[in-house]
């Protein structure tokens, strides 16, 4: 198999698109500040995230218009695995979006694929849920029509390398750096469907894998001799399927040498905040890695900063070898405009007058600085101390931030 540049500060002509995710207007926006060179969406149907709010079509064409107006671009997933009967809202939906000019099309089903590339002039790319793990299938894709494969997750470098080199360079590759992995082979999990009759392949995932099992009483015992059952427990609970999060932002470069010209990270269901850290995060190491110049402590150090669950370079290096979790901070509020007498924010977690917070921000320079809160008012211009309602707007006196920074409790 070809072999892969290790890491260095070798400067990469093309630079790598980043990729960020999008439940809703508010996210995107989010994301688009903060360094995405691209977004992935869905509407409400036909794809895999129906616990997100997703786009109507009036969102849908309101987040087209929003990506490219900043010269970015949108793609949106109709990656469930259909029946039969869901074929029959297709062809008006694949209309729409191509009335809306959006950028790309993100699909699993190979029926799905078929009636897009016929119907539309839509770039078709292969999603994840695909599970295109060599390059024999990978020619096959880009045989119909696909301008994009979206790798396995299960692929190492060198398989991804040896990819790249089978396919036409007008076939794009994919792939996540960071997120949670799924236990089941590429996502196609048949678990929640078991337990609550709810389909992950279909958008309804109950996130199985996260929660906390125990046996029933008497069901696994110590040895024969012994009548107690043994509790499986890890800290506070035991979650035999729940893995670490991906996590590449050291490796970038690797990922790039080996072919992938697109850095995706996982997470449309998560929060502003969570989507405001990972993206600003990869923005600032791609421009580093593309620039030359190594990326500083304090950028690859960010990503610990929004809730995790420990880490690991996923199978990128051979099987998963599990990374200290970060300690995550409390996202406290969001900038909602830079009023006449301050910053007006929006609460998310309690703070107080006198509290020291750290900024994140979309700008360098405000970024990673820290302002002691100040006098608070409320929309009715009466003075607060203790901010304990959810999502209150309050005008912090005298603070300059810019619209969608946060705030955030370091523990420190």
Same mark, same amino acid.
């Given at each position: 198999?070809?072999?892969?540049?290790?890491?260095?500060?070798?400067?990469?002509?093309?630079?790598?698109?980043?990729?960020?995710?999008?439940?809703?207007?508010?996210?995107?926006?989010?994301?688009?500040?903060?360094?995405?060179?691209?977004?992935?969406?869905? +509407?409400?149907?036909?794809?895999?995230?129906? *616990?997100?709010?997703?786009?109507?079509?009036?969102?849908?064409?309101?987040?087209?218009?929003?990506?490219?107006?900043?010269?970015?671009?949108?793609?949106?997933?109709?990656?469930?695995?259909?029946?039969?009967?869901?074929?029959?809202?297709?062809?008006?939906?694949?209309?729409?979006?191509?009335?809306?000019?959006?950028?790309?099309?993100? &699909?699993?089903?190979?029926?799905?694929?078929?009636?897009?590339?016929?119907?539309?002039?839509?770039?078709?790319?292969?999603?994840? %849920?695909?599970?295109?793990?060599?390059?024999?299938?990978?020619? &096959?894709?880009?045989?119909?029509?696909?301008?994009?494969?979206?790798?396995?997750?299960?692929?190492?470098?060198? #398989?991804?390398? *040896?990819? #790249? !080199?089978?396919?036409?360079?007008?076939?794009?590759?994919?792939?996540?750096?960071? +997120?949670?992995?799924? @236990?089941?082979?590429?996502?196609?999990?048949?678990?929640?469907?078991?337990?609550?009759?709810?389909?992950?392949?279909?958008?309804?995932?109950? %996130?199985?894998?996260?929660?906390?099992?125990?046996?029933?009483?008497?069901?696994?015992?110590?040895?024969?001799?012994?009548?107690?059952?043994?509790?499986?427990?890890?800290?506070?609970? /035991?979650?035999?399927? !729940? $893995?670490?999060?991906?996590?590449?932002?050291?490796?970038?470069?690797?990922?790039?040498?080996?072919?992938?010209?697109?850095?995706?990270?996982? $997470?449309? @269901?998560?929060?502003?905040?969570?989507?405001?850290?990972?993206?600003?995060?990869?923005?600032?190491? &791609?421009?580093?890695?593309?620039?030359?110049?190594?990326?500083?402590?304090?950028?690859?150090?960010? =990503?610990?900063?929004?809730?995790?669950? $420990?880490?690991? /370079?996923?199978?990128?290096?051979?099987?998963?070898?599990? %990374? =200290? %979790? +970060?300690?995550?901070?409390?996202?406290?509020? &969001? @900038?909602?405009?830079?009023?006449?007498?301050?910053?007006?924010?929006?609460?998310?977690?309690?703070?107080?007058?006198?509290?020291?917070?750290?900024?994140?921000?979309?700008?360098?320079?405000?970024?990673?600085?820290?302002?002691?809160?100040?006098?608070?008012?409320?929309?009715?211009?009466?003075?607060?101390?203790?901010?304990?309602?959810?999502?209150?707007?309050?005008?912090?006196? +005298?603070?300059?931030? =810019?619209?969608?920074?946060?705030?955030?409790?370091?523990?420190?």
């Amino acid at each position: 198999m070809p072999s892969v540049k290790k890491y260095s500060t070798a400067k990469v002509l093309n630079k790598p698109e980043l990729l960020a995710p999008a439940g809703d207007l508010k996210k995107l926006e989010v994301a688009l500040e903060y360094g995405a060179d691209a977004v992935y969406i869905a +509407g409400k149907k036909l794809g895999m995230r129906a *616990a997100c709010k997703n786009f109507d079509y009036g969102e849908l064409k309101a987040a087209a218009l929003a990506a490219h107006c900043r010269k970015k671009k949108v793609y949106v997933a109709l990656n469930i695995f259909p029946f039969d009967e869901d074929f029959g809202e297709v062809d008006e939906y694949l209309d729409y979006l191509s009335s809306i000019d959006v950028d790309g099309l993100i &699909i699993s089903d190979l029926g799905l694929i078929n009636r897009a590339t016929k119907r539309t002039n839509i770039p078709v790319h292969v999603s994840t %849920q695909a599970n295109v793990t060599n390059s024999e299938t990978a020619k &096959i894709y880009a045989g119909i029509g696909a301008k994009r494969i979206v790798l396995a997750r299960e692929l190492s470098l060198e #398989r991804i390398a *040896a990819m #790249r !080199g089978s396919l036409p360079r007008s076939v794009e590759l994919e792939a996540f750096v960071h +997120g949670a992995m799924c @236990v089941s082979y590429s996502g196609r999990c048949l678990l929640s469907a078991y337990l609550s009759g709810r389909s992950a392949n279909r958008g309804e995932c109950n %996130q199985a894998c996260r929660m906390r099992f125990a046996p029933e009483k008497g069901e696994v015992r110590a040895s024969e001799e012994c009548e107690s059952s043994l509790e499986i427990i890890e800290d506070d609970g /035991t979650y035999i399927f !729940g $893995g670490n999060d991906l996590k590449m932002i050291e490796h970038l470069n690797e990922l790039a040498s080996a072919g992938v010209t697109s850095f995706k990270i996982e $997470g449309r @269901v998560k929060s502003e905040y969570y989507i405001g850290c990972i993206t600003g995060a990869y923005r600032r190491a &791609i421009d580093c890695m593309t620039s030359g110049k190594p990326a500083p402590t304090d950028v690859l150090s960010e =990503p610990t900063k929004a809730p995790n669950r $420990g880490f690991n /370079t996923g199978f990128y290096y051979g099987n998963p070898k599990p %990374q =200290p %979790q +970060g300690a995550a901070c409390d996202f406290c509020a &969001i @900038v909602i405009e830079n009023g006449k007498n301050g910053a007006v924010v929006e609460m998310r977690n309690r703070f107080k007058t006198g509290d020291v917070l750290e900024v994140m921000s979309p700008s360098d320079k405000y970024h990673n600085t820290r302002i002691e809160i100040p006098e608070m008012t409320d929309e009715n211009g009466e003075l607060v101390t203790d901010a304990k309602v959810p999502k209150m707007h309050l005008t912090l006196g +005298g603070v300059d931030l =810019p619209p969608l920074s946060m705030l955030r409790r370091t523990g420190k």
